[in-house]
């Protein structure tokens, strides 16, 4: 079994990563009660262009109760984000197109309110702090430990 006490960052072997275990973590850690809380799907944007990490959040969100959609580049993210149709984005800052904090910037000179949580790989104090004074709710470093992302996306949606 594939434990997630240790830390998900943008590198690793993250191919043995299978639907399974992850469901079988994430069943270990929020039994289905978790589903129960989730009163109507939230749509949740994950922006990132490192496959293996969309593909552990699309997997660990959906098992969660959550309907999401995956941008793999900042225009995409961007573009999607406008719709309006997200509760929740989680972005990474480094990314093709456009950075993390100017797709934030640009959704709140449109208006749009969504809460963000940022993503890094970097450990930049300005990109963290930059990032909480454009409008993210939260910030998250990568490596990231998925339990307590998981945490913060429930808290930041209820």
């Not at 984000?81 to 197109?97: R, Y």
Request: with cysteine.
């Amino acid at each position: 079994m594939v434990s997630f006490t240790g830390s998900i960052g943008t590198t690793g072997n993250w191919s043995r990563l299978t639907r399974e275990a992850i469901n079988a973590r994430m069943c270990e850690n929020y039994p289905r009660s978790m589903d129960n809380d989730v009163k109507e799907k939230a749509r949740i944007l994950v922006a990132d262009d490192v496959e293996a990490v969309t593909t552990l959040l699309v997997t660990a969100l959906e098992i969660a109760g959550y309907e999401v959609e995956v941008a793999t580049d900042g225009e995409k993210a961007f573009e999607l984000g406008n719709s309006g149709e997200f509760d929740l984005a989680i972005i990474d800052q480094l990314m093709p197109g456009l950075l993390g904090i100017e797709i934030l910037k640009g959704w709140r000179r449109e208006g749009l309110d969504m809460p963000v949580i940022m993503l890094s790989g970097v450990e930049d104090d300005d990109i963290v702090v930059g990032s909480l004074e454009s409008g993210a709710i939260d910030f998250v470093h990568k490596p990231f430990r998925l339990p307590e992302l998981m945490a913060r996306v429930k808290k930041h949606l209820s």
